[in-house]
């Protein structure tokens, strides 16, 4: 069952994940709150962050929250739209993000791919599955 399957990789890799950022007391979305931080260069709205995690703002809100608490991340009102609330790294946050990205390094042979073109082409068809799957479910919503 390809479902099962999926379920259970997603299961394995947030396992590990945990394992390796207990360290640093961070959960596998904290990790990954710091990461599309990292990887924006920028200040990011909550709304872009949270629809990149499929995160609703109940859930994001206090996930950030305690990330600005231990001061990896700051948040504070768009200069241009007050209504909007930007995230961003804080220079604790960009050093933490570093070391995590070297301690998750390990995980990598985990993933069972033996080349970058490998890789790409597994995140390409994991991301068609999400894609689809959210599609799916929002058509299935609106039918009921």
């Given amino acids: 069952m390809l479902c099962f399957a999926v379920y259970s990789a997603a299961n394995a890799t947030v396992q590990a ?19 599309l931080l990292a990887d924006a260069g920028a200040p990011m709205p909550m709304r872009d962050l949270g629809d ?15 990330l600005e608490r231990r001061g990896l991340l700051t948040r ?5 739209d007050e209504r909007l609330v930007e995230v961003a ?25 033996s080349s970058p073109e490998e890789l790409e082409s597994l995140v390409a068809s994991l991301q068609r599955l999400a894609t689809g799957m959210r599609t799916t479910a929002a058509d299935a919503r609106r039918a009921s």
Wanted: charged share 20%.
């Fill in 17 to 35: 994940h945990r394992a390796v950022l207990a360290p640093w007391d961070l959960t596998y979305t904290q990790y990954l709150v710091l990461v």
């Fill in 52 to 66: 990149r995690l499929s995160l609703d703002s109940g859930t994001l809100s206090p996930l950030v929250r305690r």
């Fill in 76 to 80: 504070q009102r768009s200069a241009d």
């Fill in 89 to 113: 790294l804080t220079e604790p946050g960009r050093t933490a993000h570093a070391e995590l990205t070297e301690a998750i390094g390990c995980l990598a042979p985990a993933y069972g791919v």
